[in-house]
């Protein structure tokens, strides 16, 4: 059974640091790519970053760069966002995707998953 396991989120002041985890398990494709995506209510759900399980390439959406690294261990199927200096603005609740048709480069990120994790909160206060 494929599946995504977030953690990490909490309410944190602005300028604070959060890291986000996301646990894999069940996926039995050779290589995938793992996003992070937010959502705040009434909006759509939006690609944060992404990362390629083979290689590591990457993408940032505009509003992570600089702010945000995305890592991944894969001897830990466990994939992270490190998120700094966050501001209100980032306040939504984040959710890790797989799309193993997909590949992240710095040019192209993922707008769509095949698989969701449950999602996790994240508040930030000004």
């Known amino acids: ?12 002041q602005a ?9 894999a398990s069940g996926f039995t494709f050779d290589d995938y790519a793992i996003g992070w995506f937010r959502q705040v209510p009434g909006k ?11 290689d590591g390439s990457t ?9 945000f690294t995305i890592s991944r261990d894969n001897a830990k199927n ?3 966002l490190q998120m700094d200096r966050l501001k209100p ?6 959710y890790c995707g797989v799309d193993h ?18 999602g996790t909160q994240v508040t930030v206060s000004s």
């Open 78 to 80: 466990t994939v992270y």
């Open 1 to 12: 059974e494929v599946q995504l396991v977030e953690s990490g989120g909490g309410l944190v």
């Open 101 to 118: 048709g997909a590949y992240c480069t710095g040019d192209y990120g993922l707008s769509f998953a095949e698989y969701w994790g449950q």
């Open 89 to 94: 603005e980032d306040t939504a609740v984040y």
């Open 59 to 67: 993408h940032y959406a505009d509003s992570a760069k600089g702010r």
């Open 15 to 23: 300028g604070e640091s959060l890291r986000l985890s996301c646990a």
């Open 44 to 54: 759509e759900r939006e690609e944060v970053s992404c990362i390629m399980r083979s």
